[in-house]
């Protein structure tokens, strides 16, 4: 079974370390692993802001792919971000709808099957 489970915060910095990634000055980060057992098959680690800022992703394939970008970008979209943005070109296939050059609206990735994004 394939897990996608957050980094631990502790974690986050030594990541951005190895990556060679600065993230933005005092951004909220969010990290995500998709492991099966013990093997890791992607991760992926954003920033808050607005818009907020995809740093780096990487997995096997497109679905996993989605699936970690959702799981990284939905507690900043619930935290009032609007839109999101790649730091770079993914480096890896992604499903129709996201923006990867410029950016993207977060309601098209959470929206409910309607199409509209639900009023607060």
């Known amino acids: 079974?394939?897990?996608?489970?957050?980094i631990p915060?502790?974690?986050?910095?030594?990541?951005?370390?190895e990556k060679q990634i600065t993230p933005p000055p005092g951004a909220e980060l969010t990290g995500w692993t998709a492991a099966q057992g013990e093997t890791v098959l992607g991760r992926c680690l954003a920033a808050g802001g607005e818009p907020c800022l995809i740093l780096w992703a990487e997995a096997e394939d497109?679905?996993?792919a989605d699936g970690l970008l959702r799981a990284a970008l939905h507690p900043l979209y619930e935290?009032?971000?609007r839109r999101y943005r790649f730091a770079a070109p993914p480096p890896l296939p992604?499903?129709?709808?996201?923006?990867?050059?410029?950016e993207g609206e977060l309601a098209e990735l959470f929206a409910p099957c309607g199409g509209r994004e639900v009023q607060r």
């Open 94 to 102: 992604l499903p129709e709808g996201y923006a990867t050059t410029g």
């Open 1 to 6: 079974m394939i897990q996608i489970l957050p």
């Open 9 to 17: 915060a502790g974690e986050l910095a030594g990541l951005c370390d």
């Open 62 to 64: 497109a679905a996993l």
């Open 79 to 81: 935290a009032g971000a």
